[in-house]
């Protein structure tokens, strides 16, 4: 009866924090200053209704990344005077810790999002590894949206 127990408790635990949820470390400054190097990340799995401005988690040769929702299906992204623009509509700016757009990306604005696509960016400008260099991204690659960050700064 007491095995039994042990292996329903794993069983719960597993499909909570491994089918509904994911905990991972954040290796990169990309997010700067919302998501730090070295925070863990708390994501859910389960819901593919991304949102402009949520989080998303994602795997891109073989590393795991978190970038910024700012467009999605049918939205169209250009760049005029160093700031994003969607739909004409100029996108929030206050989450931007620093650096350029920059016209040394890998795709061509203005860019028309695909269907189940979402656009990505990092906050850190600097860090270009987002929908800049590979276009957006289909819904189905996107691992999960954040909905918690442990700070880890001095344990």
Do not use: C, W
Not at 95 to 122: A, C, L, M
Request: charged share 30%.
């Amino acid at each position: 009866m007491l095995l039994l127990k042990i292996i329903i408790v794993e069983a719960v635990i597993y499909i909570l924090f491994f089918q509904v949820f994911g905990l991972a470390r954040v290796k990169t400054n990309a997010m700067l200053p919302n998501i730090n190097g070295g925070d863990l990340a708390l994501f859910f799995h389960l819901d593919d209704n991304y949102e402009t401005d949520d989080v998303a988690t994602y795997i891109k040769d073989g590393k795991r990344l978190f970038s910024r929702v700012i467009a999605k299906a049918g939205d169209v992204v250009s760049v005029r005077e160093g700031q994003f623009f969607v739909n004409d509509r100029p996108i929030d700016s206050m989450k931007i810790f620093t650096g350029e757009i920059g016209e040394k990306s890998g795709i061509k604005f203005p860019y028309r999002v695909g269907d189940n696509e979402v656009f990505i960016v990092n906050d850190n400008r600097d860090e270009p590894a987002d929908s800049r260099k590979f276009g957006s991204i289909d819904i189905r690659e996107l691992d999960g949206k954040v909905i918690g960050i442990v700070r880890t700064r001095g344990i």
